[in-house]
């Protein structure tokens, strides 16, 4: 079992940037595949980001492509979003999750995840 901290949320301005960090307790952060989903007031939650347990393969969102990249540091049990020429359409609690299986075919859906973090607000002011 794994345990989600996000952080690194804020109020920011519309053309900012900012990184949020996810980090995991335990020793087995390197076998979790990892994602990123956000979910604004009243709306579903919302694929963001995706990356492989080793680091090889990321997958984004259509809304975030070319604005946002993730990445982890497995030795500090952490993955990063970082996020760039924030919008006010970005407004939203954001959540890392982790999926212990081995398999990675579907990172857009949130059900194929095991474990949540709270999520950490973000909101872009226009």
């Known amino acids: 079992q794994v345990q989600l901290v996000e952080s690194g949320g804020g109020l920011v301005q519309a053309g900012d940037s900012l990184r949020l960090s996810c980090t995991a307790s335990g020793r087995t952060f390197s076998s979790y595949h990892m994602g990123w989903f956000r979910q604004a007031p009243g709306k579903e939650r919302e694929f963001v980001a995706a990356i492989t347990k080793n680091n090889e393969y990321t997958y984004y969102g259509d809304s975030v492509k070319g604005r946002f990249t993730t990445s982890r540091d497995n030795e500090k049990n952490t993955v990063f979003l970082q996020m760039n020429s924030l919008k006010p359409e970005d407004t939203a609690v954001y959540y890392c999750?982790?999926?212990?299986?081995?398999?990675?075919?579907?990172?857009?859906?949130?059900?194929?995840?095991?474990?949540w973090g709270q999520g950490t607000q973000v909101t872009v002011a226009s």
């Open positions: 999750a982790a999926r212990s299986l081995a398999t990675f075919t579907r990172p857009f859906n949130p059900l194929y995840y095991d474990y």
